[in-house]
Every structure is written in structure tokens, then in C-alpha cells.
């Protein structure tokens, strides 16, 4: 153990594996101290050019000191600060005000410790909101990609896991597309929900810059607009208590909750898919799939996505009971819990669309495992069209489905009780009852037929409802995406 007062390996230290292990840099650092208490001088620098601009007396000296050290932050000097005051926001007021010694007077001038804390707050989810955004919209445009190159490979599908009517491999990547884009939206909608707490005083009544501007309310409206507009939002909350409400981090974490449930979906998907080694995501060349069974290809790319969806979805639920315990105009037991679950719930949010559209650029398919897969459950789904072209030709429906009956129940023998391949078509072949539909035979197996509309629907859908949400993200695309582990 390092002895008291000497710096610590930082081995040796917890430390979240959300942030050295997996997330972005920007996503990181949206979270950071360095972005945090930044932001807390810039939003005492725009109060206080507001308060000036309506006629308090403030110098232009004294907004210029503000300016030259908004980066300039002695995080050693606010940490003592914080250990003797136990009050982050009158820390870091006093360390302001030692390197503006001539505008310590007036920094923070009418306001709460939440002019800041929540104000940053808002700022930063927003932030976050626009990180994420991109994101979501390359891993859209990478599946979009993949759907239309595999619009028309018929695949078996599976309702309850067992076998179903065919799809074709685009129409079931275009199921993952749609509830992406409906994610898209939810975060797009979620972001330009959000509004600024702004200028409200300790219990939202704005009673201390009422008594700074004599009384004058138009002023203290003014302020709160100008100072909303500067941190870049459209509006403002009209009431708040000491906070702005945390319903609003519901609508927050709810949006992402429901974004892990949509990947969560996709990987427990191209992991069942591997198992049937139909799909696989990208495995490198020097990857170990297991320490003891070299031949082994483990999806651990979608396993993290699941891995981390879970936490994820589970996330909301601080916020939803927070907002509950929340007494009148503030209560301070949401303070710790949301230092936690607002930057976990991006920074895993982050990680996954990362790790997904690695994914989705490296999607590998084996169309001989999908035919062969189809071959083995075709036979009994294409019952009914032999039945029809039997009774076209003449034959009586109800002897008909007799023998057929007959013959796909030794067939299923076969397959299940001998482990061999489906025989019945060649049963049906051998059989002089269905000579007459021997010759149609491949045409009523062929599965392009068993599809339906699925590539029609794929082209539509792609076109329509797809391409056209991805054109404000166009610009931000980029290249493809390695994952750091």
C-alpha cells in the first residue's frame, strides 16, 4: 500500500471501466470535471454580462478578468476549498474569485449553487444527446447498407425460435433498422425537449434578481432570456423549484433505456444467428475465441452489447425514484445518485453504438448454411403448394393431405429420430400418386417464392422511412470504426 500522502498507481485504484476501458474520448470528457467546471465559469460569465447589459454596475474589467480565466482552474486549490467548506459550488466560487481578484464581487451575483449545477447539468445532457445522435445514424446507415445487399436472400425464419415461413436476411435486418429509427427519433425528440433551468433564484421565484433589479420584473424576465439564449437553448423552464424537475431525467434515461432494449434485440439476434452459423460478426485474425477450445468463434462483441444494454436499461430506474422523493422545491438526496446514473447511462449508451456499428460494418454471411437450413424446412412448408397443384391437376384435396400427411411424418422420422437429412420430397418423388406434379416439383420448392413481399418491402422501407431520417447526419458518417478492446 502507498504510504499516506503519496500519489497512488493508479492500478492500484477503482476506476469505472466505462471510461478507461470502453467509451469515446468525447463522451468522456462530456462528463469530466474539466468540462463540468468549465461550463460553471462560462454560466457566471454570461450572468454576469446579462446583469450588466441591464444595468447593474458592472465593468467591462471585470467581464474581461472572468473571460481570460474561464480555462484556467486551479483543481488542487478547489479540491481544499470543497474539503474545508463541504460545498462544491462555494469552492469553486472562491477559486474564481483568486484569479478575478477584481470581479470577485460580482461573480454569482442574485444566483443558487443550481444556476449552475443544473444549468451545466441540462448543457451537458444536451451535449451528449448530440454525440449519440451521429452515432445512432452511422450504425442506421451501416444496416441500411446490409438490408439492400441481402434484400432478396431468402432465409428460414423463426416465430417462438422454431421454424417459420421464409424471410430473406435484408427483411429481418430491416426489423433491427426500424426500431433504431424509432430510437432516432425518440433521441432526436428527448434533446429538443430539453430546456434551460436559466435564471430562477433558491426556490424558482426569482426573488433575489427581483430585488437586484428594484422590482423591475421585465428586467429579471430579460435576464433569464439572455442568459438562456447565451447557453444555447430556445427556452427556458417558465417554473421551477430550486431545480429544474427530474421528470426531466426520466424522459432522459427513458429514451436511452429504450435504445438499450433495441441493441440489446439486435446482438441476442446475431448471437442465435452465430449459433446457427448463419451470420457472424467480424472476428480478427489474431482473436482467441477461448483460452481452452481454439476453435472456438465467441460473438463477444454482441455479448458486450448485451452485457452492457442490461445496465443500461436498468438505469432508469434512479431517476424514476428520484423524481418521487423529490420534496416541494428540492430535497439533496438526487444530488449523489444523479453524479452516477446521468453520465453511466451516456457513456454506456456511447460504448454500445460504438461497438455495434463495428459490428455492423464487419457482418459475415454463409449463404450455403442459410440454403442448407432452408432445405431442411422447406419440404413441409411447401405441403400446401403441392397440395393446390395436386388439385389442379385433378387430384382429390382430402387424399392428397392423407398422404402427404403420411409421408412428412416418416420424413420428420428421419430427421429426428435418425439424425439424417429431410427426405420428403424424394418420398413424394418415388410416390406414382403425385406423378402428375413430378415435373413442377423444383418450381414449388424454389424459396425466392416463400418470401412474399420481403424485398419489396426492404427497397420500400429503405427509401421512404430510412434514407430521408439519416440526411441531417449525412455530413458525419465518417469511415469505419475500430474498437480499442
Known amino acids: 500500500m502507498a504510504a499516506p500522502g503519496e500519489e497512488q498507481d493508479v492500478m492500484a485504484r477503482y476506476r469505472s471501466p466505462l471510461v478507461s476501458r470502453?467509451?469515446?474520448?468525447?463522451?468522456?470528457?462530456?462528463?469530466?470535471?474539466?468540462?463540468?467546471?468549465?461550463?460553471?465559469?462560462?454560466?457566471?460569465?454570461?450572468?454576469?454580462?446579462?446583469?450588466?447589459?441591464?444595468?447593474?454596475?458592472?465593468?467591462?474589467?471585470?467581464?474581461?478578468?472572468?473571460?481570460?480565466?474561464?480555462?484556467?482552474?486551479?483543481?488542487?486549490?478547489?479540491?481544499?476549498?470543497?474539503?474545508?467548506?463541504?460545498?462544491?459550488?462555494?469552492?469553486?466560487?472562491?477559486?474564481?474569485?483568486?484569479?478575478?481578484?477584481?470581479?470577485?464581487?460580482?461573480?454569482?451575483?442574485g444566483a443558487?449553487?443550481?444556476?449552475?449545477?443544473?444549468?451545466?447539468?441540462?448543457?451537458?445532457?444536451?451535449?451528449?444527446?448530440?454525440?449519440?445522435?451521429?452515432?445512432?445514424?452511422?450504425?442506421?446507415?451501416?444496416?441500411?447498407?446490409?438490408?439492400?445487399?441481402?434484400?432478396?436472400?431468402?432465409?428460414?425464419?423463426?416465430?417462438?425460435?422454431?421454424?417459420?415461413?421464409?424471410?430473406?436476411?435484408?427483411?429481418?435486418?430491416?426489423?433491427?433498422?426500424?426500431?433504431?429509427?424509432?430510437d432516432l427519433q425518440n433521441l432526436e425528440r428527448a434533446r429538443d425537449d430539453l430546456r434551460f433551468r436559466g435564471v430562477k433564484g433558491t426556490t424558482g421565484t426569482q426573488a433575489s434578481f427581483l430585488q437586484l433589479f428594484e422590482g423591475d420584473h421585465s428586467k429579471v424576465e430579460e435576464l433569464d432570456r439572455l442568459v438562456t439564449a447565451k447557453a444555447g437553448f430556445k427556452r427556458a423552464y417558465m417554473v421551477t423549484g430550486q431545480t429544474y424537475s427530474r421528470k426531466v431525467d426520466i424522459g432522459v434515461l427513458a429514451v436511452l433505456a429504450s435504445l438499450g432494449a433495441s441493441i440489446h434485440k439486435i446482438c441476442t439476434d446475431i448471437r442465435l444467428l452465430a449459433n446457427l452459423k448463419e451470420i457472424e460478426e467480424p472476428f480478427?485474425?489474431?482473436?482467441?475465441?477461448?483460452?481452452?477450445?481454439?476453435?472456438?468463434?465467441?460473438?463477444?462483441?454482441?455479448?458486450?452489447?448485451?452485457?452492457?444494454?442490461?445496465?443500461?436499461?436498468?438505469l432508469v430506474m434512479d431517476p424514476l425514484q428520484t423524481a418521487a422523493v423529490q420534496w416541494f422545491e428540492r430535497t439533496l438526496d438526487d444530488s449523489a445518485n444523479r453524479r452516477v446514473c446521468l453520465a453511466e447511462a451516456f457513456l454506456t449508451a456511447d460504448i454500445i453504438l460504438s461497438t455495434l456499428q463495428n459490428i455492423s460494418e464487419g457482418l459475415v454471411v454463409y449463404p450455403k448454411v442459410i440454403e442448407r437450413r432452408i432445405r431442411q424446412e422447406l419440404p413441409f412448408m411447401a405441403t400446401e403448394n403441392i397440395i393446390m397443384a395436386m388439385v389442379?391437376?385433378?387430384?382429390?384435396?382430402?387424399?392428397?393431405?392423407?398422404?402427404i400427411r403420411v409421408l412428412?411424418?416418416?420424413?420428420?422420422?428421419?430427421?429426428?429420430?435418425?439424425?439424417?437429412?429431410?427426405?420428403?420430397?424424394?418420398?413424394?418423388?418415388?410416390?406414382?400418386?403425385?406423378?402428375p406434379i413430378h415435373k413442377q416439383l423444383e418450381s414449388l420448392l424454389d424459396p425466392s417464392s416463400f418470401t412474399g413481399r420481403a424485398p419489396q418491402q426492404v427497397a420500400k422501407f429503405l427509401k421512404e422511412e430510412v434514407r430521408p431520417a439519416l440526411i441531417p447526419y449525412q455530413s458525419k458518417m465518417g469511415g469505419k470504426i475500430e474498437l480499442a478492446l
Open 392 to 403: 389442379k391437376a385433378g387430384g382429390n384435396r382430402q387424399d392428397c393431405h392423407e398422404k
Open 284 to 314: 480478427e485474425k489474431d482473436q482467441i475465441g477461448s483460452s481452452a477450445m481454439p476453435y472456438k468463434r465467441n460473438p463477444m462483441r454482441s455479448e458486450r452489447c448485451c452485457s452492457l444494454a442490461r445496465h443500461l436499461m436498468t
Open 408 to 435: 412428412s411424418q416418416q420424413a420428420a422420422a428421419v430427421v429426428k429420430q435418425e439424425g439424417g437429412d429431410n427426405d420428403f420430397i424424394a418420398r413424394v418423388r418415388a410416390d406414382p400418386y403425385f406423378s
Open 22 to 109: 470502453y467509451a469515446s474520448a468525447e463522451m468522456a470528457y462530456n462528463f469530466s470535471e474539466r468540462k463540468k467546471f468549465g461550463t460553471w465559469r462560462r454560466l457566471w460569465l454570461y450572468l454576469a454580462q446579462a446583469e450588466k447589459s441591464l444595468g447593474l454596475p458592472i465593468t467591462d474589467e471585470q467581464i474581461q478578468e472572468m473571460e481570460a480565466n474561464l480555462d484556467n482552474i486551479d483543481f488542487k486549490m478547489a479540491a481544499e476549498e470543497e474539503k474545508k467548506l463541504r460545498h462544491d459550488v462555494m469552492a469553486h466560487v472562491h477559486t474564481f474569485a483568486h484569479c478575478c481578484p477584481k470581479a470577485a464581487a460580482i461573480i454569482h451575483l
Open 112 to 182: 443558487t449553487s443550481c444556476y449552475v449545477g443544473d444549468n451545466t447539468d441540462l448543457i451537458v445532457l444536451r451535449d451528449g444527446f448530440n454525440l449519440l445522435l451521429p452515432k445512432l445514424a452511422r450504425v442506421i446507415s451501416r444496416l441500411a447498407d446490409f438490408a439492400e445487399k441481402y434484400a432478396d436472400m431468402p432465409a428460414l425464419g423463426f416465430t417462438h425460435y422454431q421454424p417459420a415461413q421464409l424471410t430473406t436476411v435484408g427483411k429481418r435486418c430491416c426489423l433491427w433498422i426500424q426500431d433504431l429509427c424509432m
